[in-house]
């Protein structure tokens, strides 16, 4: 089992940046392909990035594209996600995702993903 426990989200003013950070516990996290995604309020979750095992690949959902930037740093189990120039239709709870079995296919689709995080809140107020 992994287990993953998102931190970093907040207020922000539009403009603005927030860091998150999902950390993952267990020994192979360096082999997971790991994505962030998000919910806002009576919508479907949205894929928003993603990062291949080895971070040799990024993937990005067009309207954060410039925007945010997904890494990830193996030796402390963990995947960020810096968002700056912040939007009010940012805001959503925010999920990182691991996908384990490392198939083909699109990085941004939510059944690819086998262990989820509890999500951290992200608001942005103009």
């Known amino acids: 089992q992994v287990q993953l426990v998102e931190s970093g989200g907040g207020l922000a003013q539009v403009g603005g940046s927030l860091r998150l950070s999902c950390v993952a516990s267990?020994?192979?996290?360096?082999?997971?392909?790991m994505g962030w995604f998000r919910q806002a309020p009576g919508k479907e979750r949205e894929f928003v990035a993603a990062i291949t095992w080895n971070g040799g690949n990024t993937d990005y959902v067009d309207s954060v594209k410039g925007r945010f930037t997904i890494s990830r740093d193996n030796t402390k189990n963990t995947v960020y996600l810096q968002m700056n120039s912040l939007k009010p239709e940012d805001t959503a709870v925010y999920y990182c995702?691991?996908?384990?079995?490392?198939?083909?296919?699109?990085?941004?689709?939510?059944?690819?993903?086998?262990?989820w995080g509890q999500g951290t809140q992200v608001t942005v107020s103009s």
């Open positions: 995702a691991a996908d384990s079995r490392r198939g083909s296919g699109w990085y941004g689709a939510v059944g690819r993903y086998d262990y």
């Open positions: 267990g020994r192979t996290f360096s082999s997971y392909n």
